[in-house]
Every structure is written in structure tokens, then in C-alpha cells.
């Protein structure tokens, strides 16, 4: 059965007979030359941002903790989807007993689901601090919070199909490799159409909606700041609105970086799922090109433009991660060390609290 997708395709699917089909080796040597160069730079940047953020983490504010989990979601990516892609690039063909065939591609999908539903979550928490601030407020802080774990058990169980319908097979006489089986001629466009679906559709739709919503309320705060900032009750009521509908300065930060995270997810795996969806209902799909290639591979990009966005609205978090690599400079390390804030202080005091309980 020769294969319609090319290896970079978490979802590679088989075609109607098997075989031993020769690759392109032009086109391996680039693909293996990108996702070499993915692999580094994500693996360095969130491991990097992970760190630093893990050196915060008894001071870190929600935000930070769903940006948190979005980097442990992009390294799953970057260790379980893209090395092993590397690999399989190299050797052609895959190494390994059939529980690593269907781990592997069990776990491609989990990066797939959670960068995914991370960013849905975290889109989610600025609307209800936006949109319904009061909710927000009555929160109790906690860093493993509900829709965090959520978004984890959606992924762990969303990507269980995979461990199923991937298995090591014999492509052709002695030559074996990780290939899913479908039932024809539906079976492919089924399971590619349904995870497209759930993993970039459904996703997508909910993530405009509720920017669509937290971009109305900032209007709306900030004419209502306009038009009653001449006077001193206008002030006041500029104040209270501003303290009600959430709009702080800090906040309106926050949902900044939160557009431009969405843009980018939108941007890198857009291309991805149009290209797989081509390739199941377009027999006469150019799937062993370069510019299928490349396009099929924007999606892992995604993975590095992450904690860009994130240093880029951080303008301390760049010192502090230059810090946790030089500790051994005496001026390097003074800038680790936090500011005074409310909820530093408000955590010691309680900590001290309980201690002298």
C-alpha cells in the first residue's frame, strides 16, 4: 500500500495496496534539515521559559500558570512529535517493537491536543476576567487549576484512537513500519476529518468567539473612560469601571499576548490541516513535494514562536532567563530575585501564618 502522506504527518494514513515505495532523498535531507533546526530551538526556548517559570512558580499568576502548562505542552511536542519524526526521517523507516509504534503516535497526537486546548483554556480564563471580572475575583489561586486539568484529560483521552489504529506492519516482504489501517475507501477521510475537527475546528471557532467578545469589552471600557474622564465623577466612574470590568493595564497585556498567541496557532496549523485534508479526498494530491513538505511542517513552528510571544511581552523574563544560565556572575544573579508584590507578600504572610500555627 503505498502511502498519500508524506512522514511528517501525525496522522499518516495508507493507501489501498502496500508497498515499498522509494523516497525522494532531496526532499528527506530538507525535511530532516528543518525539523533538526525545530527541534533545537524549541527544545531551548521551552525548556528555558519552563525553568524560569518554575523558579516562580510560588508567585505565579494564572496567566503564567496556563503559560506554564502551554511550554510542558510544546516540549511534548518537541520530544514526542518532532524527535521522533527526525528519527524516522533518518532511518526511512521506523525502528521499533509495535508498543513504541502505537506510543509514539499516541503521544504526537497528545502534543497535538494539549498546545491546542491550552491556548483554549487560557482564552477562556481571559474572557471570564474580562467579561465577568466578579467570578474571576472569587476564585480561589491555585496552580494546578480546573480547566489546566481539563485541558490534559481532553488530550490524554482525545488521543487514545491512535493507539489503536497505528500498529507495526510489514509494508512489503522483510520491511516493516508504523502504519495506520482504515477501513476503505472511508475509513482515512473519517478519522482525518474528525480530528481536524476536534483538534483545530471546534478549537478555533470558540477561541474567535470569546476574542471577539473580550475585544467588544475593552472597547466598551475604554469609551466609557473617554467619555467620563472630564470630571471628578467621571473619574470615579472611570475608576470603578475600570476596577469592574476587569481592564486593567496588566490585563489588557495579557489579552495582547493572548491575540497574538491565537494568530500564531492559527497561522501554523492552518496550512497543516488544509494539506491533510487535501491529501484523504484529493487522490491526485502533490503529497510528495516540497511545498506539501514545508507546509506539513509550519505546524511544529508553532512550537517555537510560543515562548517568543511570551519573552516578548516579558520584558524581565529575558533578564531572569539569562540569569538561570550565568549563576555564577555575583551582578547576574541580583536580578532573579522578584520584586515586592501583592501576591508575594500575601503568600508569605500566610505562609508565616501557618507556621507560627
Known sequence: ???????????????????????????????I???SIIFVTAGILNFGLLLALWK???????????????????????FFQVC????????????????????????????????????????LDRYQAICNPMVTFQRRRARWNGPVCAAWCVSLVGSLPQAFIFSRVEVAPGVYDCWAQFIKPWGT???????????????????????????????TNFQMKTHHGGDGVGRTLSSRASSVAGVSK???KTVKMTVVIVLAYII?????????????????????TVTFTILMLLASLNSCVNPCIYLLFNKKLPRRLVALMCMSHPDVKE???????????????????????
Not at 4 to 19: E, K, Y
Not at 94 to 110: E, H
Not at 336 to 354: A, D, W
Request: proline content about 4%; overall charge positive.
Open 189 to 219: 477521510r473519517a478519522y482525518v476529518t474528525w480530528t481536524t475537527l476536534v483538534i483545530f475546528v471546534l478549537p478555533t471557532v470558540v477561541i474567535i468567539a470569546c476574542q471577539v467578545r473580550i475585544c467588544r469589552a475593552v472597547q
Open 33 to 35: 534539515t528543518l525539523l
Open 335 to 357: 536580578c532573579v530575585q522578584e520584586e515586592p508584590t501583592t501576591t508575594s507578600s500575601l503568600y508569605i504572610s500566610l505562609k508565616s501564618l501557618s507556621e507560627s500555627r
Open 56 to 78: 516562580r512558580r510560588k508567585h505565579l499568576s494564572r496567566m503564567r500558570v496556563f503559560v506554564f502548562h502551554l511550554c510542558v505542552a510544546d516540549l511534548v511536542v518537541t
Open 250 to 252: 496588566a490585563r489588557v
Open 84 to 123: 521522533p519524526q527526525l528519527m524516522w526521517d533518518i532511518t526511512d523507516r521506523f525502528i521499533g517493537p509495535d508498543i513504541l509504534c502505537r506510543a509514539v503516535k499516541y503521544l504526537q497526537v497528545v502534543g497535538m491536543f494539549a498546545s491546542t486546548y491550552m491556548i483554549v483554556v487560557m482564552t
Open 268 to 288: 501554523c496549523w492552518t496550512p497543516f490541516f488544509t494539506v491533510q485534508l487535501w491529501s484523504v479526498w484529493d487522490s491526485e494530491a502533490p503529497t510528495q
Open 1 to 31: 500500500m503505498a502511502r498519500i502522506s508524506v512522514n511528517t504527518s501525525n496522522l499518516t494514513v495508507d493507501s489501498a495496496l502496500f508497498g515499498d515505495v522509494p523516497r525522494d532523498e532531496r526532499l528527506a535531507r530538507m525535511e
